[in-house]
T-cell receptor, first 114, second 115 residues
Framework: KAGVTQTPRYLIKTRGQQVTLSCSPISGHRSVSWYQQTPGQGLQFLFEYFSETQRNKGNFPGRFSGRQFSNSRSEMNVSTLELGDSALYLC?????????????FGEGSRLTVL | GESVGLHLPTLSVQEGDNSIINCAYSNSASDYFIWYKQESGKGPQFIIDIRSNMDKRQGQRVTVLLNKTVKHLSLQIAATQPGDSAVYFCAENMRGAGSARQLTFGSGTQLTVLP
């Protein structure tokens, strides 16, 4: 079965712009969680959605938001981009959510903010 | 600082030897721990997990040990192969406010398998 698909894979934005990233989970998975990965901070949890509801949220400013659609596809949005938002953004899908730990990650969307 | 950290950022082992990757955690409320492997250019991949009511769990060529007394977690890889070269992350999973779960990752260890 198809894995987790993230689009776009690479993108370049400038400070002040906004960006929307998309994640299509594995068929049948209702949980999608998002992570930011940087060399300095490592992997950090952004938020988790389950059946269209945000179930949990990490310690990120309100500029970072997300949503999940009825088909479980999810998007995350970052507004008013800052240089420090440059990172690899990963999404993961699972049947039960992060409570199970067995997350299936996509290959990520690499965002560069200039 | 991060509540989950790794003792060594890099580890090199000879092919065929056993590898041990260590992880320290600081939150005694964490009740579930997971190891992930991340190869270059890919997303992390689940390897093995362990709950706090266990101290050892074995998978295929991998064993996770949990020492709650000293808040230490380790991943042992038997007969390390070139395909095991990757960054390994430990993660702790704890119950936050309400029924929400929080997942905190360690900084990662780069494992390099030498021929």
């Amino acid at each position: 079965k198809a894995g987790v698909t993230q689009t776009p894979r690479y993108l370049i934005k400038t400070r002040g712009q906004q960006v929307t990233l998309s994640c299509s989970p594995i068929s049948g998975h209702r949980s999608v969680s998002w992570y930011q990965q940087t060399p300095g901070q490592g992997l950090q949890f952004l938020f988790e959605y389950f059946s269209e509801t945000q179930r949990n949220k990490g310690n990120f400013p309100g500029r970072f938001s997300g949503r999940q659609f009825s088909n479980s596809r999810s998007e995350m949005n970052v507004s008013t981009l800052e240089l420090g938002d440059s990172a690899l953004y990963l999404c993961a899908s699972s049947l039960e959510g992060i409570r199970s730990g067995e997350l299936f990650f996509g290959e990520g969307s690499r965002l560069t903010v200039l | 600082g991060e509540s989950v950290g790794l003792h060594l950022p890099t580890l090199s082992v000879q092919e065929g030897d056993n590898s041990i990757i260590n992880c320290a955690y600081s939150n005694s409320a964490s009740d579930y721990f997971i190891w992930y492997k991340q190869e270059s250019g890919k997303g992390p991949q689940f390897i093995i997990d362990i709950r706090s009511n266990m101290d050892k769990r074995q998978g295929q060529r991998v064993t996770v040990l949990l020492n709650k007394t000293v808040k230490h977690l380790s991943l042992q890889i038997a007969a390390t192969q070139p395909g095991d070269s990757a960054v390994y992350f430990c993660a702790e999973n704890m119950r936050g406010a309400g029924s929400a779960r929080q997942l905190t990752f360690g900084s990662g260890t780069q494992l390099t398998v030498l021929p």
